[in-house]
């Protein structure tokens, strides 16, 4: 089932990043996850991008979800570079995805 | 140590202008865990430097709920005494997966300076571009210097350059945890800022207990906050004034699930979503600060306004407070960019009601909390305001300590190493 996406609820705490890189390579970074958070602190403006197996990204964006196809570049430098060069979501082989059971407000979730 | 924390302790000779290395031993980590423990160690070794110590908690930088923690160690010049101030947002984290989760500083630049901590790399670069800038302007300049969105950055505005009594070192933008006097212990050694972006990696020594022991905290956390969000959660019966009409959104730090801090538009609606203006208002989380600028009638905006002015000249809100006139926003204002370059009697350490081990921490409120668990909180690199909120199960500290590193830890020994942080 896909990953959902509420990105209002999302508090900014970046457990996702590291849930979903632990299960990698079961070590602490947010550094080789398929989903990243995007922060603009002085504005306040946040959200979650996550890499598909198709290489288009699901970008979670305040004032709403946006699909950004594979080769297309962010219209607004929204820093999508680093996620590019990752592994691609695979929600986590069936399991309950990592990001989904870490996450502590209910920004993501699966069905 | 190869667990929980990678690279090496930093040493920082800004009167030379040099940067050395040091391993960061097993021995030590055995001994201190880490966190304000290893910081005081550090201190005391370097006494006759006068030094300032940063460092970063065991877990912080993890999964451990609450676990953003960084710490400062220095002397205060407000009360002559060893205080340990908390360093909050991703600051910590970044510290630490930057290669350098320990770093002393002495001496005095020559010239102005700012150190720049990345990739196991440490670059004393000069500061002259940014000195006589505000806080703000600070953190713009470097994260486009450095080419880095989420670099995190420690500086001082004018007050701290000025060397005052009331100068507060500022987290990115935001007025925080040091009511203690770093600020001018910074401007002392010519240090504008420390800016850290970590990409490192923390191991661990059994992983699969690890997750299941942070999956078991995160539940009981939730379960405890049951939803507590934004600064009214900080302190629950104060009055806010019209903080719902600027409220935008609520967010937390690195790795904790209470966003205890809220986001406040006064420069445009607080609706918008989109990014539209570049500095559309404030984060709140220094809170005690915010309700010292709302005494004498301010409403919500007019003292997140001031809060804002606080920040960018790295004055210290609470003090300065005391020092407005029953006066409007513009006069206010132009009171506190004077007090930025006046010195005057702060009275020491600022008084927040109920401040625990306040003779050891900068007062970061909501206070609270037992003695011995805040204490160690400031060893393992959770949040103080967390562990007040929450509780700290030293059980789990316990399992979580051998799930990271292999080491066992009894209870008292815990307690012990607490203690020895707040004699």
Redesign the interface.
Known sequence: MPIRIDV?RC?????CE??CS?RR?????A?RSSIMLH????????GVMIKLPNDDLVLGR??GLQIQLAGQSSD?GA?AKPILLREACDECAGDRPHCV??C??ECLSQG | MDLMYTGSILIVDLSQGETSERELSDALVQSRLGGAAINLSLYEEFKDQDPVVIGSGLFT???V?GCALGIVTARSPLNGKVMHAPLV??LGAELK?AGFPFVVLHGRSEAPSYLWLHDEIADLLPAQAIWGQDT?KT??HIREEQGE??IQVLSIGKAGENRLDQAMAVV??WSEGDKVGLGKRLGEMSLKAVATRG??????DD?DRT?EL??RA?GA??SRLKGA?GIESLVPGADLGGLASIR????????????CRT?V?YNEPPTV?????????M?ISDVSGFLSLMDKGRSAADAARLLEVCARLGLEPMSAAEQLPLAGFEESKARLESLASTAFDVGGVPSVEGATCAEAFSPFAPNGGEREEIALAYVLGICPRYAAKVGLDIELCKELIEATTGLKKEREDLLGLANSIIR
């Open positions: 209002l508090i900014g705490c970046g457990l590291l849930a632990y390579e079961q070590v602490f970074t550094m922060l603009d602190d002085k504005r306040n403006y946040f305040p004032e607004d820093g059971a870490i502590p407000s | 930088g993890t999964m709920p947002n991703y997966l703000w953190v713009d969105e989420r990115d933008y990409m490192g990696e923390l191991e661990v992983p997750l942070c999956r995160m956390a939730r969000k935008h959104r609520d967010i937390a730090c690195s790795g904790c699930p209470w966003p986001f538009k979503l989109k990014e539209e203006l570049k500095e559309p208002g984060l």
